[in-house]
């Protein structure tokens, strides 16, 4: 979805509630897909039951950090890799929350310096 230019108005309200919905649906995207990979692997590489993959998977993309102690050197150098990939992913999908309403704030406060 198209944000307006610093020239257009302001969107109505039915507009930008759209807008927002769409980019909350790509951070909930962004977030499923996160926890289906970090489950995965922790299932797989691991040894973990779904149950506690999916925990260890949640705690790290919420940044709480892990619950199970990893067993062996490739599942450490997996849960290392996905902690980081978790720190991005939770910046990017607060980012995806912010933008339309930060864009809408700063295009309501520009619009009012044209008056």
């Known amino acids: ?17 759209r807008r927002f919905a769409a980019y909350a649906l790509a951070a909930l995207l962004l977030i ?10 922790y299932r797989h590489l691991a040894g973990l039951g779904w149950i506690d993959a999916l925990l260890n998977a949640a705690m790290i993309l919420g940044g709480m950090g892990p619950v199970d102690p990893m067993p062996d050197d490739r599942a450490k150098l997996f ?4 902690a980081l990939y978790s ?25 009012g310096d044209r008056g």
């Open 1 to 17: 979805m198209r944000l307006e230019h610093r020239e257009q108005p302001l969107a109505p309200r039915d507009r930008f509630l």
């Open 79 to 82: 849960a290392a890799a996905y």
């Open 32 to 41: 499923g897909l996160s926890l289906l990979a970090g489950t995965l692997g």
């Open 87 to 111: 720190g991005v992913a939770l910046l990017s999908t607060v980012s995806l929350l912010l933008a339309p309403l930060v864009h809408r704030v700063l295009h309501r406060m520009h619009l």
